[in-house]
Protein backbone atom coordinates (compact mmCIF):
# COMPACT_ATOMS: atom_id res chain seq x y z
CA UNK A 1 0.00 0.00 0.00
CA UNK A 2 1.23 3.18 -1.22
CA UNK A 3 -1.49 5.34 -0.10
CA UNK A 4 -4.78 5.62 2.10
CA UNK A 5 -7.78 7.51 3.02
CA UNK A 6 -8.81 7.92 6.51
CA UNK A 7 -11.53 9.90 7.39
CA UNK A 8 -12.19 11.02 10.86
CA UNK A 9 -14.89 11.91 12.85
CA UNK A 10 -13.88 13.53 16.31
CA UNK A 11 -17.60 13.43 16.99
CA UNK A 12 -18.55 14.94 21.06
CA UNK A 13 -16.96 15.89 24.20
CA UNK A 14 -12.93 14.73 24.23
CA UNK A 15 -13.49 13.06 21.25
CA UNK A 16 -11.82 16.28 19.07
CA UNK A 17 -8.38 16.11 21.97
CA UNK A 18 -8.42 12.14 21.44
CA UNK A 19 -8.52 12.31 17.75
CA UNK A 20 -6.22 14.90 17.72
CA UNK A 21 -3.34 11.73 19.11
CA UNK A 22 -4.75 9.10 17.22
CA UNK A 23 -3.98 11.50 14.00
CA UNK A 24 -0.63 12.68 15.22
CA UNK A 25 -0.05 8.46 15.51
CA UNK A 26 -1.08 7.45 11.89
CA UNK A 27 0.31 10.38 10.63
CA UNK A 28 4.37 9.49 11.65
CA UNK A 29 4.24 5.40 10.85
CA UNK A 30 2.47 5.96 7.83
CA UNK A 31 5.14 8.42 6.97
CA UNK A 32 7.89 6.36 8.41
CA UNK A 33 6.61 2.94 6.26
CA UNK A 34 6.44 5.11 2.56
CA UNK A 35 2.10 5.52 2.75
CA UNK A 36 0.86 8.47 1.98
CA UNK A 37 -2.40 9.21 4.10
CA UNK A 38 -5.29 11.29 2.77
CA UNK A 39 -7.13 12.63 5.67
CA UNK A 40 -10.64 14.30 5.90
CA UNK A 41 -12.86 15.30 9.21
CA UNK A 42 -16.54 15.29 8.77
CA UNK A 43 -19.16 16.22 11.10
CA UNK A 44 -20.41 13.17 13.48
CA UNK A 45 -23.17 12.94 16.45
CA UNK A 46 -24.24 15.61 18.38
CA UNK A 47 -21.52 18.00 16.79
CA UNK A 48 -23.54 16.96 13.10
CA UNK A 49 -26.94 17.20 15.03
CA UNK A 50 -26.07 21.07 15.81
CA UNK A 51 -24.96 22.30 12.23
CA UNK A 52 -27.26 20.10 10.31
CA UNK A 53 -29.62 18.70 12.22
CA UNK A 54 -29.05 14.98 12.27
CA UNK A 55 -25.93 12.75 13.87
CA UNK A 56 -25.14 11.09 10.38
CA UNK A 57 -25.35 13.71 7.72
CA UNK A 58 -25.22 12.27 3.81
CA UNK A 59 -22.13 13.93 2.93
CA UNK A 60 -20.69 12.35 6.29
CA UNK A 61 -21.60 8.78 4.95
CA UNK A 62 -20.74 9.38 1.36
CA UNK A 63 -17.12 10.35 2.29
CA UNK A 64 -16.85 7.39 4.91
CA UNK A 65 -17.94 5.11 2.30
CA UNK A 66 -15.17 6.30 0.08
CA UNK A 67 -12.63 5.34 2.78
CA UNK A 68 -10.01 3.03 3.66
CA UNK A 69 -10.10 3.56 7.19
CA UNK A 70 -13.02 5.55 9.43
CA UNK A 71 -11.60 7.04 12.85
CA UNK A 72 -14.02 7.87 15.42
CA UNK A 73 -13.30 10.11 18.58
CA UNK A 74 -16.65 9.52 20.84
CA UNK A 75 -20.86 10.82 20.47
CA UNK A 76 -22.80 12.30 22.70
CA UNK A 77 -23.34 14.51 26.10
CA UNK A 78 -26.67 15.57 28.01
CA UNK A 79 -26.65 18.44 25.62
CA UNK A 80 -28.91 16.51 23.26
CA UNK A 81 -31.16 14.62 25.64
CA UNK A 82 -35.25 14.68 24.84
CA UNK A 83 -34.44 16.36 21.39
CA UNK A 84 -35.75 15.16 18.42
CA UNK A 85 -32.67 12.51 17.47
CA UNK A 86 -29.50 11.49 19.90
CA UNK A 87 -25.94 11.25 18.69
CA UNK A 88 -25.61 7.48 19.33
CA UNK A 89 -28.03 7.18 16.05
CA UNK A 90 -25.56 8.71 14.16
CA UNK A 91 -23.21 4.99 15.68
CA UNK A 92 -25.90 3.16 15.16
CA UNK A 93 -26.94 4.28 11.64
CA UNK A 94 -23.05 3.95 10.66
CA UNK A 95 -22.83 0.58 11.41
CA UNK A 96 -25.79 -0.34 9.43
CA UNK A 97 -24.85 1.47 6.17
CA UNK A 98 -21.75 0.01 5.96
CA UNK A 99 -22.27 -3.13 7.14
CA UNK A 100 -20.19 -3.50 10.37
CA UNK A 101 -21.31 -6.52 12.20
CA UNK A 102 -18.14 -7.51 13.89
CA UNK A 103 -16.93 -5.41 17.05
CA UNK A 104 -13.59 -6.30 18.28
CA UNK A 105 -12.54 -5.67 21.44
CA UNK A 106 -9.02 -6.81 22.43
CA UNK A 107 -8.22 -6.71 26.77
CA UNK A 108 -4.86 -7.79 27.31
CA UNK A 109 -2.96 -6.56 30.95
CA UNK A 110 0.24 -5.73 30.56
CA UNK A 111 3.09 -7.32 32.31
CA UNK A 112 4.01 -4.87 35.75
CA UNK A 113 0.60 -3.28 35.29
CA UNK A 114 -1.46 -5.38 37.06
CA UNK A 115 -1.13 -2.35 39.73
CA UNK A 116 -3.57 -0.53 37.22
CA UNK A 117 -6.25 -2.70 38.06
CA UNK A 118 -8.88 -2.57 40.62
CA UNK A 119 -9.14 -5.61 41.02
CA UNK A 120 -6.27 -7.95 42.68
CA UNK A 121 -3.07 -8.44 41.05
CA UNK A 122 -2.98 -12.05 41.22
CA UNK A 123 -6.61 -12.36 39.75
CA UNK A 124 -5.52 -10.50 36.81
CA UNK A 125 -2.16 -11.29 35.72
CA UNK A 126 -2.11 -13.18 32.29
CA UNK A 127 -5.42 -11.64 31.28
CA UNK A 128 -5.94 -11.65 27.45
CA UNK A 129 -8.58 -11.74 25.62
CA UNK A 130 -10.77 -10.76 23.16
CA UNK A 131 -14.21 -10.00 22.60
CA UNK A 132 -16.63 -10.34 19.83
CA UNK A 133 -19.82 -8.36 19.38
CA UNK A 134 -22.30 -9.01 17.35
CA UNK A 135 -23.42 -5.54 15.93
CA UNK A 136 -26.28 -5.03 13.71
CA UNK A 137 -28.55 -7.05 15.77
CA UNK A 138 -30.56 -7.88 18.24
CA UNK A 139 -32.87 -5.28 20.35
CA UNK A 140 -30.34 -2.14 19.53
CA UNK A 141 -31.79 -2.52 15.73
CA UNK A 142 -35.19 -4.44 16.08
CA UNK A 143 -38.57 -2.89 15.62
CA UNK A 144 -39.48 -0.71 18.78
CA UNK A 145 -42.78 1.07 20.30
CA UNK A 146 -42.64 3.64 22.39
CA UNK A 147 -45.09 4.85 24.96
CA UNK A 148 -45.88 6.32 28.26
CA UNK A 149 -47.26 3.43 30.20
CA UNK A 150 -46.01 0.41 27.87
CA UNK A 151 -42.58 0.23 25.90
CA UNK A 152 -41.29 -2.73 23.74
CA UNK A 153 -38.05 -3.90 21.75
CA UNK A 154 -37.78 -6.96 19.53
CA UNK A 155 -34.91 -8.84 20.18
CA UNK A 156 -34.53 -10.61 16.39
CA UNK A 157 -31.45 -12.87 14.95
CA UNK A 158 -30.67 -14.98 11.91
CA UNK A 159 -29.05 -17.64 11.73
CA UNK A 160 -27.02 -16.39 8.88
CA UNK A 161 -26.41 -13.32 11.18
CA UNK A 162 -24.76 -15.35 13.92
CA UNK A 163 -22.85 -17.56 12.16
CA UNK A 164 -21.25 -14.60 9.87
CA UNK A 165 -20.11 -12.94 13.71
CA UNK A 166 -19.12 -16.69 14.63
CA UNK A 167 -16.76 -17.21 12.12
CA UNK A 168 -14.71 -14.08 12.83
CA UNK A 169 -14.66 -15.49 16.32
CA UNK A 170 -13.21 -18.59 15.42
CA UNK A 171 -10.76 -17.42 12.79
CA UNK A 172 -9.62 -15.41 15.58
CA UNK A 173 -8.73 -17.86 17.85
CA UNK A 174 -7.03 -19.43 15.36
CA UNK A 175 -4.19 -17.09 15.57
CA UNK A 176 -4.41 -17.21 19.66
CA UNK A 177 -5.10 -20.13 22.28
CA UNK A 178 -7.77 -21.70 20.01
CA UNK A 179 -10.89 -21.38 22.69
CA UNK A 180 -14.24 -19.63 22.12
CA UNK A 181 -16.81 -18.68 24.78
CA UNK A 182 -20.13 -18.09 23.48
CA UNK A 183 -21.79 -16.06 25.81
CA UNK A 184 -25.88 -16.27 25.86
CA UNK A 185 -28.84 -16.55 27.64
CA UNK A 186 -30.16 -19.82 26.17
CA UNK A 187 -32.22 -20.83 29.48
CA UNK A 188 -34.80 -17.74 29.08
CA UNK A 189 -34.26 -16.66 25.62
CA UNK A 190 -35.61 -18.28 22.57
CA UNK A 191 -32.84 -15.94 20.24
CA UNK A 192 -30.19 -17.24 22.47
CA UNK A 193 -30.99 -20.84 21.95
CA UNK A 194 -30.77 -19.87 18.33
CA UNK A 195 -27.45 -18.53 18.74
CA UNK A 196 -26.19 -21.54 20.41
CA UNK A 197 -27.33 -24.16 18.51
CA UNK A 198 -25.82 -21.77 15.26
CA UNK A 199 -22.56 -21.65 16.82
CA UNK A 200 -22.46 -25.27 17.53
CA UNK A 201 -23.22 -26.20 13.63
CA UNK A 202 -20.72 -23.87 12.58
CA UNK A 203 -17.39 -25.08 14.84
CA UNK A 204 -18.59 -29.04 14.24
CA UNK A 205 -18.69 -28.22 10.22
CA UNK A 206 -15.98 -25.53 10.08
CA UNK A 207 -13.62 -25.12 12.94
CA UNK A 208 -13.55 -28.95 14.49
CA UNK A 209 -10.25 -27.74 15.64
CA UNK A 210 -11.20 -24.65 18.05
CA UNK A 211 -12.26 -25.55 21.89
CA UNK A 212 -16.14 -24.01 21.96
CA UNK A 213 -17.63 -23.59 25.57
CA UNK A 214 -21.05 -21.80 26.27
CA UNK A 215 -21.48 -19.77 29.81
CA UNK A 216 -24.80 -17.79 30.50
CA UNK A 217 -24.15 -14.21 30.61
CA UNK A 218 -24.94 -13.74 34.26
CA UNK A 219 -22.52 -16.49 35.03
CA UNK A 220 -19.87 -14.54 32.51
CA UNK A 221 -20.66 -11.31 34.24
CA UNK A 222 -19.22 -13.05 37.37
CA UNK A 223 -16.36 -15.16 35.93
CA UNK A 224 -14.63 -12.20 33.85
CA UNK A 225 -14.29 -10.66 37.56
CA UNK A 226 -13.39 -13.82 39.31
CA UNK A 227 -10.76 -15.06 36.86
CA UNK A 228 -10.53 -12.92 33.78
CA UNK A 229 -7.31 -14.89 32.62
CA UNK A 230 -9.66 -18.32 31.71
CA UNK A 231 -10.70 -16.42 28.58
CA UNK A 232 -9.58 -16.35 25.14
CA UNK A 233 -11.84 -15.23 22.71
CA UNK A 234 -15.52 -14.17 24.42
CA UNK A 235 -18.42 -14.37 21.39
CA UNK A 236 -21.72 -12.62 21.68
CA UNK A 237 -24.84 -10.58 20.91
CA UNK A 238 -25.27 -6.76 20.60
CA UNK A 239 -26.52 -6.27 23.86
CA UNK A 240 -24.59 -8.75 26.07
CA UNK A 241 -21.48 -7.86 24.26
CA UNK A 242 -21.70 -4.08 24.84
CA UNK A 243 -22.16 -4.78 28.60
CA UNK A 244 -19.87 -7.29 29.00
CA UNK A 245 -17.05 -5.43 26.74
CA UNK A 246 -16.83 -2.15 29.17
CA UNK A 247 -16.71 -4.47 32.31
CA UNK A 248 -13.66 -6.62 31.30
CA UNK A 249 -12.52 -2.99 29.91
CA UNK A 250 -11.62 -2.10 34.18
CA UNK A 251 -9.45 -5.21 34.32
CA UNK A 252 -6.76 -3.45 32.42
CA UNK A 253 -7.54 -0.41 34.58
CA UNK A 254 -9.35 2.52 32.96
CA UNK A 255 -11.74 2.30 30.24
CA UNK A 256 -9.64 4.57 28.73
CA UNK A 257 -7.17 2.17 27.91
CA UNK A 258 -9.15 0.26 25.30
CA UNK A 259 -9.76 0.46 21.31
CA UNK A 260 -11.99 -1.47 19.17
CA UNK A 261 -12.54 -2.25 15.52
CA UNK A 262 -15.94 -2.38 13.71
CA UNK A 263 -15.72 -4.84 10.70
CA UNK A 264 -18.15 -6.03 8.22
CA UNK A 265 -18.41 -6.61 4.61
CA UNK A 266 -16.28 -4.81 1.43
CA UNK A 267 -16.66 -1.38 2.79
CA UNK A 268 -14.17 0.25 5.64
CA UNK A 269 -14.15 -0.50 9.02
CA UNK A 270 -15.03 1.80 12.07
CA UNK A 271 -12.11 2.14 14.69
CA UNK A 272 -12.97 3.47 18.45
CA UNK A 273 -11.85 4.21 21.64
CA UNK A 274 -14.88 2.51 23.86
CA UNK A 275 -14.83 5.16 26.33
CA UNK A 276 -17.83 7.90 26.07
CA UNK A 277 -17.51 11.60 25.58
CA UNK A 278 -17.27 12.44 29.08
CA UNK A 279 -18.45 16.03 28.71
CA UNK A 280 -17.45 16.68 31.86
CA UNK A 281 -13.89 17.08 31.28
CA UNK A 282 -13.99 17.84 27.64
CA UNK A 283 -12.17 21.14 26.86
CA UNK A 284 -9.43 20.40 29.95
CA UNK A 285 -6.86 18.51 28.52
CA UNK A 286 -7.50 15.42 30.86
CA UNK A 287 -9.30 12.60 28.55
CA UNK A 288 -6.47 9.32 28.74
CA UNK A 289 -5.62 9.35 24.59
CA UNK A 290 -4.39 5.52 24.84
CA UNK A 291 -8.00 3.99 24.01
CA UNK A 292 -7.59 5.94 20.64
CA UNK A 293 -4.19 4.90 20.18
CA UNK A 294 -5.22 1.67 20.64
CA UNK A 295 -7.61 2.20 18.25
CA UNK A 296 -5.27 3.84 15.39
CA UNK A 297 -2.96 0.75 15.57
CA UNK A 298 -6.41 -1.65 15.44
CA UNK A 299 -6.88 0.75 12.33
CA UNK A 300 -3.29 -0.28 10.98
CA UNK A 301 -3.49 -3.89 11.53
CA UNK A 302 -7.49 -4.66 9.95
CA UNK A 303 -8.07 -1.42 7.88
CA UNK A 304 -5.19 -0.91 6.17
CA UNK A 305 -2.95 -4.54 6.69
CA UNK A 306 0.26 -2.16 8.06
CA UNK A 307 1.01 -4.42 10.72
CA UNK A 308 5.12 -3.06 11.32
CA UNK A 309 3.28 0.13 12.42
CA UNK A 310 0.43 -0.91 14.39
CA UNK A 311 2.82 -3.05 16.13
CA UNK A 312 5.20 0.27 16.93
CA UNK A 313 1.78 2.14 18.06
CA UNK A 314 1.14 -0.88 20.84
CA UNK A 315 5.01 -0.71 21.57
CA UNK A 316 4.65 2.62 22.37
CA UNK A 317 1.62 2.64 24.56
CA UNK A 318 3.66 -0.27 26.66
CA UNK A 319 6.16 2.06 27.28
CA UNK A 320 4.25 5.38 28.30
CA UNK A 321 2.50 2.66 30.50
CA UNK A 322 5.60 1.15 31.90
CA UNK A 323 7.22 4.34 32.61
CA UNK A 324 3.40 5.85 34.22
CA UNK A 325 3.38 8.68 31.52
CA UNK A 326 -0.05 8.47 32.39
CA UNK A 327 -3.10 10.60 32.60
CA UNK A 328 -4.62 10.92 36.17
CA UNK A 329 -7.27 8.40 35.79
CA UNK A 330 -4.78 5.38 36.03
CA UNK A 331 -2.57 7.39 38.57
CA UNK A 332 -0.39 9.21 36.10
CA UNK A 333 0.17 13.40 35.91
CA UNK A 334 0.07 13.99 32.27
CA UNK A 335 -2.80 15.75 29.97
CA UNK A 336 -3.65 14.47 27.22
CA UNK A 337 -1.82 16.09 24.79
CA UNK A 338 1.44 15.11 27.15
CA UNK A 339 0.32 11.68 26.59
CA UNK A 340 0.34 12.21 23.24
CA UNK A 341 3.95 13.60 22.78
CA UNK A 342 5.58 11.04 25.00
CA UNK A 343 3.83 8.28 22.67
CA UNK A 344 5.04 10.15 19.81
CA UNK A 345 8.55 10.13 21.17
CA UNK A 346 9.10 6.42 21.38
CA UNK A 347 8.55 6.49 17.75
Known amino acids: MTSAKIVFLPGDGIGPEVTGVARALLERVCTDAGVTLETEDCLFGGAAIDQSGTALPPATLKACRAADAVFLGAVGGPKWDGGPE ?7 GIRKALGLFANLRPVALQPGTEHLSPLRAERVKGADLLIVRELTGGLYFGDKAEGEETASD ?21 GRKGRVTSIDKANVLATSRLWRKAVIALRD ?19 LIQAPADFDVILTENLFGDILSDEAS ?20 LFEPI ?16 GAAASAALLLRHGLKLEDPAQRIESAIRGVLADGETTPDIGGSLGCRAVGEALLKRL
Open 86 to 92: RPEAGLL
Open 154 to 174: LCVYTREEVERVARVAFEAAR
Open 205 to 223: KEYPDIELDHVLVDAAAMK
Open 250 to 269: VIAGSIGLLGSASLGGEGPG
Open 275 to 290: HGSAPDIAGQDKANPL
